[in-house]
């Protein structure tokens, strides 16, 4: 089966032999002028395919065992060191936002999808006017099981400094920025990190090798996306060879916003026919009606892709902020009416395959 084999081994047609980077369309003229040189593309990426980047072995006993779930709790929490904290945004970004590896000896072991929740160092006061330690936060997990070095030693989180600006004063307000965020922003390495978990199924990904994914993400949401495409190309998993489509789309203010680019650009380079990424800017591109350019606005402009691939058998995954799922579910609603479809109907399918994965916070 060749790369583009999907699932039950058949390729559905609307899947085409070109793809769209950076939110900008593939033309209709282009499209067919791949189309008509189908032999050689095929030839051009069986020999990309060859010489591309080679996978990074890993322990594979991290294979082996039951899904962890809650290993490590508020009271008994899992004592961790910083390893490295980089900002990954640009400096036209309208917030920063960090990637952190975290030293782990391998001793809180995930899976792909699931999250770890952090304790900020120090108290807070509460209603009774307690001193008490500070809530755990949630961070999806940007790494596969296999971490940043590929010998599951480490994991990682994306985050974003969480500040709070004063209007009245025209400057942010320190007594209310985020504390957790802003700890792990400020951390440096050696520092000591209190966490809880690993938690969460609902992101899970199938087991599957053929499946399709399309992942939509605002933001931070894109880190468990990383921990997909990181075990879907980047490891050479014995047991996992994956062969599906794995098509992600990105909502950002802007290009300094991009996160992880590099290494989507270089999958991108080695695994065309699998690999697909469409950016939603808000703040540079403009959708079909002249407005800002948000995530459901790039969705729709491939929605009859998306809506066959859904019908037959992808995964949809959503993560990023809750308020970007009013807006997808609208759209989604409304071009299945333009299709003749009944939504209700239609999303009861993909509830109950398990084809829809919705984390928001």
């Known amino acids: 089966m060749g ?12 899947i085409p032999s070109y793809r769209s ?13 791949q189309a008509r040189c189908g032999r050689m593309q095929a030839k051009v990426v069986a020999q990309a395919a060859a010489t591309g980047t080679a996978k ?7 294979e082996e065992g039951e899904l962890p779930l809650n290993t490590f709790s508020p009271k008994k929490p899992f004592k961790a060191k910083i390893k490295s904290v980089e900002k990954i945004t640009g400096p036209k970004a309208t917030g920063e936002t960090y990637h952190i590896i975290i030293d782990t000896k391998g001793d809180i072991p995930f899976w792909e999808g699931q999250s770890y929740g952090v304790i900020p160092p120090g108290e807070k006061t509460n209603s009774r006017g307690k001193k008490v ?27 974003r400094r969480a500040t709070f600006w004063d209007s009245e004063k025209n400057a942010e307000d320190p007594e209310k920025k985020g504390i957790c965020s802003n700890f792990l922003a400020d951390a440096k390495p050696g520092d000591e990190i209190n966490m809880t978990g690993p938690t969460g199924k609902v992101l899970l990904m199938p087991e599957d090798e053929n499946a399709v994914f399309i992942m939509v993400a605002t933001g931070t949401g894109i880190a468990p996306y990383r921990a997909f495409w990181r075990r879907q190309f980047m490891e050479d998993v014995p047991n996992y060879k994956f062969k599906g489509l794995s098509w992600l789309f990105m909502g950002v203010a802007n ?10 650009e270089s999958i991108l380079k080695d695994y065309p026919d699998q690999f697909r990424v469409d950016y939603a800017l808000s703040r540079e591109q403009k959708n079909k009606k002249g407005g800002k350019m948000y995530i459901q606005d790039k969705v729709e402009e491939y929605a009859d892709e998306v809506f066959d691939l859904l019908d037959n058998g992808a995964h949809i995954y959503f993560c990023g902020l809750k308020g970007m799922m009013p807006g997808i579910q609208e759209m989604l609603e409304r071009v299945s009416g333009e299709k003749g479809m ?20």
């Not at 790369?3 to 609307?14: I, W, Y």
């Not at 990074?56 to 991290?62: A, D, G, H, I, R």
């Not at 239609?346 to 928001?360: R, Y």
């Open 3 to 14: 790369p583009q084999t999907l699932l039950n081994g058949t390729l559905p047609a609307t």
């Open 21 to 33: 980077v950076r939110g900008s369309p593939v033309s209709a003229r282009n499209a067919r002028s």
């Open 56 to 62: 990074k072995s890993v322990p594979t006993e991290l």
């Open 133 to 159: 330690p500070h809530g755990t936060r949630l961070y999806s997990i940007a790494a596969s099981r296999y971490g940043d070095q590929f010998d599951g030693k480490t994991t990682s989180l994306c985050v």
């Open 255 to 264: 290009s300094d916003a991009k996160l992880y680019d590099d290494e989507l």
């Open 342 to 361: 009944v939504w209700d109907d239609f999303f009861g399918k993909l509830k109950k395959n398990n084809q829809w994965h919705v984390e928001v916070y």
